[in-house]
């Protein structure tokens, strides 16, 4: 069964630190790029982080970017988000979610598409004093 | 910024086809995707690449395309429906790629 297991939230207080891991198994995670989605309480999805499989490319959120590192260990099928600098805004479900890349053409051009299709049952992350 | 515009909730009887629109300028360029999320649960992927539906999602679960709106339509609504849907496209180039999120449509099965 393809799986994903989230875990390390917990109540920080602000300017504090926190990593999040992502444990993944039945699938071959090394050939997968990974996200990290937040929720906010009984607010919407957003958008944290993204990896390539072999950690090449990393992309963040403005929000983030600056406070936030995503890393993998593909020997371990672990995914990470170190959390630095946490604000109250950061207080959320912290999700992390597979990528499918799929190519395809427009003519002669190459282009991709990602999306989302396996999600974990998220972690907890409070931020307040 | 890139942004998608969903209403925040619709209604319908079971039974009844509803629809939900997300609106954003990029999507006759970038394809969209839809996910449904239930109270305290994971979002579940429902639509991707703007009408194709994943292995092991009902039939009554569509989506389409039409210039700068997309729409998730789900014919004969049942109680199991209610839950929250969110579209989701991306705003990308060569040198960045940034997911971006609807607000997220509620629907109510009266």
């Known amino acids: 069964e393809v799986q994903l297991v989230e875990s390390g939230g917990g109540l920080v207080q602000p300017g504090g630190s926190l990593r999040l891991s992502c444990a993944a198994s039945?699938?071959?995670?090394?050939?997968?790029?990974m996200n990290w989605v937040r929720q906010a309480p009984g607010k919407g999805l957003e958008w944290v982080s993204y990896?390539?499989?072999?950690?090449?490319?990393?992309y963040y959120a403005d929000s983030v970017k600056g406070r936030f590192t995503i890393s993998r260990d593909n020997a371990k099928n672990s995914l990470y988000l170190q959390m630095n600098s946490l604000r109250a805004e950061d207080t959320a479900v912290y999700y992390c979610?597979?990528?499918?890349?799929?190519?395809?053409?427009?003519?002669?051009?190459?282009?991709?598409?990602?999306?989302?299709?396996?999600w974990g049952k998220g972690t907890t992350v409070t931020v307040s004093s | 910024s890139y942004e998608l515009t969903q209403p925040p909730s619709v209604s319908v009887s079971p039974g009844q086809t509803a629809r939900i629109t997300c609106s954003g300028d990029?999507?006759?360029?970038?394809?969209a995707y839809w996910y449904q999320q239930k109270p305290g649960q994971a979002p579940v992927l429902v639509i991707y690449?703007?009408?194709e539906r994943p292995s092991g999602i009902p039939e009554r679960f569509s989506g389409s395309s039409s210039g700068t709106t997309v729409t998730l339509t789900i014919s004969g609504v049942q109680a199991e429906d209610e839950a929250d849907y969110y579209c989701?496209?991306?705003?990308?180039?060569?040198?960045?790629?940034?997911?971006?999120f609807g607000g997220g449509t509620k629907l109510t099965v009266l």
């Open positions: 690449k703007d009408s």
């Open positions: 989701q496209s991306a705003d990308s180039s060569g040198t960045y790629l940034n997911w971006v």
């Open positions: 990896i390539s499989s072999s950690s090449s490319t990393i």
């Open positions: 039945g699938f071959t995670f090394s050939s997968y790029s």
């Open positions: 979610a597979r990528v499918r890349t799929v190519p395809y053409y427009y003519g002669s051009v190459g282009y991709y598409y990602y999306y989302m299709d396996v």
């Open positions: 990029a999507l006759p360029k970038q394809y």
